[in-house]
């Protein structure tokens, strides 16, 4: 086989790999304005928050997992969601167009439901399989997953904030309102369990950590949050496809962006478990 060959292929395996994670996961816009810092202009201001979503089947009941903070203060309502939005063409931010972005859409309030975790910084919300695009597969949480050993290489897909791009500016009376496009990104790391910087606050029963590569992915993992973290198989298949298990949900970051807190799936299941019940 050919350099030029293997080339195309890693290109393509590449293409469908991110295809397969980007249909497994939603943004998620919450309504619910909040005071900080803007990012374009580095002012106090206020807006809405935006984070990540996995879309899991649980036996019958199609759901999207997140964090609780991304739902911070917020009613079905209050949320609106983007998803993989079928064919698709890589832009670079200078070179897109009105027809490339999408808006997110409002969540229907008399299907969905919001169920937060007591003890974890966990979130589900029920939804009905229609109102999250066309294009969403919802992977198998009853079977589908694992908790990866340390030292394990997994891949985490989300909507990270540092790869927004200022898209429109109006005036909403005297004030100047911005929105932004946000790309999807993903990162891959080595799982650990025990790196000596962690407090006792670590529970390494429930979370492991994931160095964030600072690469083509920002400078900060922020808005990943919500995100899943995906463990696929090293083990050679006849025919290769993009064939990956849940491996937990992306929370928090430590050293100032530069590891990655994941909530293990056993942990997310549990979770789900007490508030949809067995299989």
């Known amino acids: ?74 009613e079905v309502s209050d949320l609106r969601v983007f998803s993989y939005p079928g064919a698709f063409q890589y832009r670079p931010a200078a070179d897109l167009r009105k027809e490339d972005v999408v808006d997110a859409v409002p969540l229907r309030a008399d299907n969905a439901v919001i169920h937060r975790c007591g003890w974890d910084d966990l979130a589900l919300i029920v939804v009905e399989p229609d109102d999250i695009g066309e294009n969403v597969e919802f992977f198998d949480l009853g079977n589908d997953w694992i908790d990866p050993a340390e030292g394990e290489p997994v891949h985490c897909f989300g909507f990270p904030s540092d790869s927004h791009v200022p898209w429109e500016s109006f005036m909403v009376g005297n004030k100047e309102e911005r929105t932004v496009a946000v790309y999807p990104g993903t990162f891959d790391g080595i799982v650990t369990y025990s790196p000596k910087f962690l407090s006792r606050k670590f529970d390494p029963e429930r979370y492991y950590l994931v160095p964030f590569t600072q690469v083509n992915e920002g400078k900060h993992p922020e808005g990943y949050s919500g995100g899943g973290a995906w463990w696929e198989s090293d083990q050679p298949d006849l025919i290769w496809r993009p064939n990956y298990k849940f491996a937990g949900i992306c929370t928090s970051c430590y050293q100032d962006g530069a590891f990655e807190q994941v909530v293990k799936a ?10 949809l019940g067995q299989l």
């Not at 890693?10 to 397969?20: E, H, P, V, W």
């Not at 580095?42 to 903070?69: M, N, P, V, Y």
């Not at 056993?266 to 508030?275: G, K, L, P, Q």
């Open 1 to 74: 086989m050919s350099d030029e060959i293997r080339a195309i292929l890693r290109d393509q395996a590449g293409k469908a790999s991110i295809q397969r994670l980007w249909k497994h996961t939603v943004s998620i816009v919450n309504g619910v304005r909040i005071s900080g810092t803007d990012p374009i202009t580095k002012r106090r201001a206020d807006g809405e928050q935006f984070g990540s979503g996995c879309a899991a089947l649980w036996g019958k009941q199609h759901l999207i997992l997140t964090a609780e903070h991304v739902l911070q203060g917020a």
């Open 266 to 275: 056993s942990a997310v299941r549990r979770f789900v478990e007490e508030v």
